[in-house]
């Protein structure tokens, strides 16, 4: 299957890095590097990119293709370093590398090839193993999870991380369906949730289950957990005059990015670039729906 992932918002995302050659630049989730293949072309010649992704398969794709770019005239001469991490693991890494960045992007959102791919278990659309990992060599999967939580702890998840009304009463379902034969599939989830949610409770704009899938691979990937913290902490890996950007598809991940601006801005080494997230223009979203929910917030560290 060939992999393909439109970046979102690379024109905003290029317009606030303001990259120039020499630079250092930090993709903290590189996927299928759609918004580093631009960052090679800025950064050159004499510039370095390093790049972070907890996804094997995903980052073996993404050094394929940065490699590829370099074989072109286009992209000389630019230092890249790779990293099988999430975006956590950035003040580390370039302090091993001895790096500070001119620009440092997280984008947050799903890669749509991991969205597609029915071994993840992520979508409901195509029936596959309920495991929802973004690194599928450490953690729990999914089903696993589900197996083993109380109905209290799964309701919470469905409620707190998927704005799920119905939480309580999905929780009781796949409680209830346990009993009987464990959660294997996506399938059985989706049931779950379809048992759960009456036909005319159930809204049409969206899919019944999408809440609950979205609630569950957050929770499966501890997505938000440590987020603000670990964005104060990444915001100190900028070299002064440097910029992170961090795109947002969740209001859990913009509330973190919000609170944990706010709170370096309120210091004297770093100042927001737009006190309001900036979103996706209407076109974009025409072309890609999946740019519908970005939200994409910047820090820049003073040059003082």
Known sequence: MKMHHDPVMLREILEVLALRPGHVVVDGTLGLAGHS?????AVAPGGTLVGFDWDESMLAEADRRLKDRLSQEAAPDVRIELRHSDYRGIPAAMEALELKADGILLDLGLNSAQIEDPERGIAFKTEGPLDMRMDRSSGEPASALLNRLSPHEI???????????????IAKQIVERRRENPLRTT??????????????????????????????????????????????????????????????????????????FRDLADGEDFEE???????????EIAANPRSRSAKLRALRRLAN
């Open 187 to 260: 399938a059985d989830l989706v049931d779950a949730v379809h048992a759960a949610v009456p036909p005319k409770a159930r809204d049409k704009r969206i899919h019944p289950a999408t809440r609950t899938f979205q609630a569950v691979r957050i929770a499966v990937n501890r997505e938000l957990e440590g987020l603000e913290e670990a964005m104060r902490e990444i915001a100190h890996a900028l070299a002064p005059g440097g910029t992170l950007a961090v795109l947002s598809y969740h209001s859990g991940e913009d509330r973190a990015a919000k609170l944990a």
């Open 37 to 41: 293949l631009r960052f090679l072309d």
């Open 273 to 283: 670039l737009n006190r309001k997230p900036v979103q996706a223009s209407a076109e």
């Open 155 to 169: 309701e919470k998840i469905l409620f707190d991380l998927g704005d799920e009304r119905w939480a309580k009463a």
